[in-house]
């Protein structure tokens, strides 16, 4: 693989996905990373806004790319748990921080499909194949391991997991919406909190996505047929 950059041009960026807070894009010449950037839209929002809060992020570069520092906290963590539990977090391998003419951005190693393109989404997947057992059970394993790693999630929606079907790899990965946003982490401490917590998240998985979840079990379930009276 080339070596990863330090310095990105605009012109070698193709945009592939664009959320609230960033736009993720490929980069020429490195088809196994990905960028991801501060999105306009949040940009605009921070230089327009009054208060504090939107003060302090356009004054500290720290505060403003905060969730770069918690997402590299977390695998950290992760990998740190990884290595007393012999396999890998369900998380992005993150590969450095860049500059760009659009600012700072964070590397990460692209999540593939079998064809080398950017894994689909649970949703995408679910649209293509419906809830089979195998995304189902993936699905399960993902949030068996967002637990026993630790993970702090505060998004867990369809569109931030993805399907990996890369060489002899079928499994689910939180690609965002992971990191802990609170003052003080206390989920990363006391289990129960953290749970608590993803068992919310994953009740408003299931909703969006028409499964079942069991909260006692941690369980994602096939949709029930409807009752005939």
């Not at 070698?12 to 196994?32: K, M, N, Q, S």
């Not at 605009?44 to 905060?66: D, Q």
């Amino acid at each position: 693989m080339a070596d990863a950059p330090g310095w990105i041009e605009m012109d070698a960026l193709t945009p592939l996905f664009e959320g609230r807070t960033r736009v993720v894009y490929g980069i020429r010449g490195h088809p196994g990373l990905l960028l991801k950037l501060e999105s306009p839209a949040r940009a605009a929002k921070i230089e327009n806004r009054k208060g504090w809060r939107y003060l302090t992020k356009r004054w500290s570069v720290k505060a403003r790319f905060s969730y770069i520092e918690r997402e590299y906290d977390t695998y950290i963590r992760a990998m740190f748990r990884a290595a007393r539990m012999g396999r890998v977090p369900p998380l992005p391998r993150p590969r450095g921080l860049v500059l760009t003419e659009a600012g700072l951005g964070a590397l990460v190693g692209k999540v593939r499909d079998g064809n080398g393109s950017p894994a689909p989404t649970l949703r995408q997947a679910f649209a293509d194949q419906g809830p089979t057992t195998e995304l189902i059970d993936a699905l399960n394993v993902l949030i068996r391991d967002l637990r026993e790693f630790r993970i702090p999630v505060h998004d867990l929606s369809a569109d931030n997991i993805v399907w990996e079907t890369r060489k002899d790899r079928r499994r689910c990965v939180l690609i965002d919406g992971f990191g802990d946003k609170t003052w003080i982490p206390l989920g990363r401490y006391i289990p129960l909190l953290n749970d608590r917590r993803l068992a919310n998240q994953c009740r408003e998985t299931a909703n969006a996505v028409s499964l079942t979840f069991d909260a006692a079990q941690f369980r994602f379930g096939a949709p029930q047929a409807p009752v005939v009276a």
